[in-house]
């Protein structure tokens, strides 16, 4: 005999798993990054390493991509407020600032090429190349993250969260402060480990 699950329990069943699989998420990132980091300390050690500059531009996304956690925040503080305009306010505000991160990403991305600095090619260099896949895979997990925003975003203007059941928010708010953590550690990491 076939038992079904009613949708209140599909939905408690989704609640109660969505915050575990995102920390099994993280640890998997936090594994990857560590690899790189330390393939990057392997490499640099081998010599014929080239010493540059990091962009003025990345400290500038850097201080857009912390507003942008201090705005998840505020939306997490709101929802919990019940207060859902300002919570679908700080959401896209979050959203936004995330876009606006991206750019910047970019546009320091053509300040490294302006100044010699290439991913790959004849005039490269593995210090180079490291930068680029850094900030590069960086940049694809923060592509989850504005997926996560505008869903949670849609579903915030749509009035699908309350004080009560806000989870999606939080699972991505946990996302969303872990991008922020991870681009501080690998910015510092490469202004010191040079």
């Known amino acids: 005999m076939a038992t079904y699950i009613s949708q209140e329990e599909l939905k408690d069943i989704r609640n109660r798993t ?6 099994v998420g993280i640890v998997g990132m936090v594994m990857l990054f560590a690899g790189m980091t330390s393939a990057y300390i392997v490499r640099q ?16 996304s850097t201080a857009v991509i912390m507003i942008s956690s ?22 896209l505000a979050t959203l936004v600032l995330g876009f606006v991160f991206a750019m910047l990403q970019f546009q320091a991305w053509g300040e490294l090429v302006d100044t010699g600095v290439f991913f790959a090619g004849r005039e490269s260099n593995a210090s180079g190349s490291f930068l680029y896949v850094l900030t590069g895979l960086h940049l694809a997990h ?7 925003l505008i869903f949670t975003s849609v579903k915030s203007i749509l009035k699908k969260y309350s004080a009560e059941d ?14 922020d953590i991870l681009w501080v550690y690998l910015l510092l990491f490469l202004v010191f480990i040079r």
């Open 166 to 179: 806000h989870v999606g928010i939080g699972v991505a708010a946990t996302y969303w402060h872990f991008l």
């Open 45 to 60: 050690a081998e010599g014929n390493w080239l010493y540059f500059d990091l962009p003025d531009t990345f400290y500038v």
């Open 18 to 23: 969505a915050k575990p699989l995102m920390w």
């Open 142 to 148: 923060l592509a989850g993250g504005l997926f996560a």
């Open 70 to 91: 201090m705005t998840m925040l505020l939306a997490q503080y709101a929802i919990k407020k019940d207060n859902t305009t300002l919570t679908t306010v700080m959401l």
